[in-house]
Structure formats: C-alpha cells, structure tokens
C-alpha cells in the first residue's frame, strides 16, 4: 500500500505569492490533516479535511486555507506569503474521522525569500 | 485545552544505555496519547499510542512507554540504545473522536557509540 504523498518536496517561493501543496492519502482514508513544523514553534495543527468538509482548524491567519476532493487527495494554499511562513508542511492521513492514528507524509519544505 | 511538555530538548545516551524521554500532558478529558520518531528530512512515524486499556503500551523498535494518570505522565523508554535510534522524538496528545494532535517541543537523542 503506497504512503501518503506530498508533492512537491521542496519549494521557492517570493514574499507575497501565493502557493499550493498537495497530498494524496493513503488508499481508503477519507481525513487529511496539515501541519506546519517550525524550528520556533514546532509543530502546529493547520486544518483536518473529511469528505471534502473541514472538520477542524488550527490558529493560523486566513490567508492559510484548504480543500478537499472527492478522491480525498488535498490541497493547502497560502496567500501573500511571509518569510515566516517558511516551514515543513506536514500531511496526515486517517482512516476515519476521529480515528486518531495518523501516518505523515514526507512533507513539502517551504523556503520563502 | 489540551497540550504536552516535554522535559529535556536534548538527551545523549550510550549505544547500549537505557533510553528515557519523558512527557507530561495536559487534559480536561480523557487523553489519546502518541509517541511519534522524525529523521532527518522525513515525516513523523508512530511509534506507540494509549487511547484506552493497558496502560503500558509497546511499539514498534523496542520502545514502550507507559500512562501513568496519577502523574499525568507518558514517558517512552527503551531497554537498550542502538545508533539507528538517533532522532527527534515527538509526543503528542489528541482526544476520542478527534484527529487534531497537539505536539511537544520534541526531544532529539543522540546515541553515542
């Protein structure tokens, strides 16, 4: 069974452009859960996706969204990127909502100059 | 509210030494409790978790780690350290029915041949 995929694994962005990570779940999960991992504030909860409706979200600014599509694959995009927005974002998938046993993707390494 | 701390951001042991990385949580409800292992440029991998039952819960490479509710505790150990070891380590807690983990700072163990 293939692991949970993000794509790209690394990225160059400009402050104030816009970007978007993708992750495909493992076959038959329905959540997607974002992270962002930080050196200064680790590991931070994003949002959880479940059959296309966000289920729950972390403290992070608007300009920080996602989506879901029927085939579970997930998006995250950031708008008006910050420097402080470089980080790792992480991907999660479960099974089932609520079914608390999540295996991460690789992650997408953000480098905003 | 629910969070983790986790005692000590560095721990060096000796290839063969005892392994002990400790975590405290936080909870008002029941607690779902993970110990998660990152190397170098990869995602998290589960290690063990507790969400009800036996309290001393084993994992995968050796570790175990037991939830002590009296101390509000979740320490991970491993009998004998092996260089593969060598990581950041992560525990993170979350409740029923919920797939938002709330992460420690981490620890990173240094194994030391």
């Known amino acids: 069974k293939a692991g949970v995929t993000q794509t790209p694994r690394y990225l160059i962005k400009t402050r104030g452009q816009q970007v978007t990570l993708s992750c495909s779940p493992i076959s038959g999960h329905r959540s997607v859960s974002w992270y962002q991992q930080t050196p200064g504030q680790g590991l931070q909860f994003l949002f959880e996706?479940?059959?296309?409706?966000?289920?729950n979200k972390g403290n992070f600014p608007g300009r920080f969204s996602g989506r879901q599509f029927s085939n579970s694959r997930s998006e995250m995009n950031v708008s008006t990127l910050e420097l402080g927005d470089s980080a790792l974002y992480l991907c999660a998938s479960s099974s089932v909502a609520g079914n608390t046993e999540a295996f991460f993707g690789q992650g997408t390494r953000l480098t905003v100059v | 509210a629910q969070s983790v701390t986790q005692l000590g951001s560095h721990v060096s042991v000796s290839e063969g030494a005892l392994v002990l990385l400790r975590c405290n949580y936080s909870s008002s409800v029941p607690p779902y409790l993970f110990w998660y292992v990152q190397y170098p440029n990869q995602g998290l991998q589960l290690l063990l978790k507790y969400t009800t039952g036996a309290t001393l819960v084993k994992g995968i490479n050796g570790f175990e780690a037991e939830f002590k509710k009296s101390e509000t505790s979740f320490h991970l150990t491993k009998p004998s350290a092996h260089m593969s070891d060598a990581a950041e380590y992560f525990c993170a807690v979350t409740r029923a029915g919920a797939n938002n983990l709330f992460f420690g700072t981490g620890t990173r163990l240094t194994v030391i041949p």
């Open positions: 996706y479940f059959s296309e409706t966000q289920r």
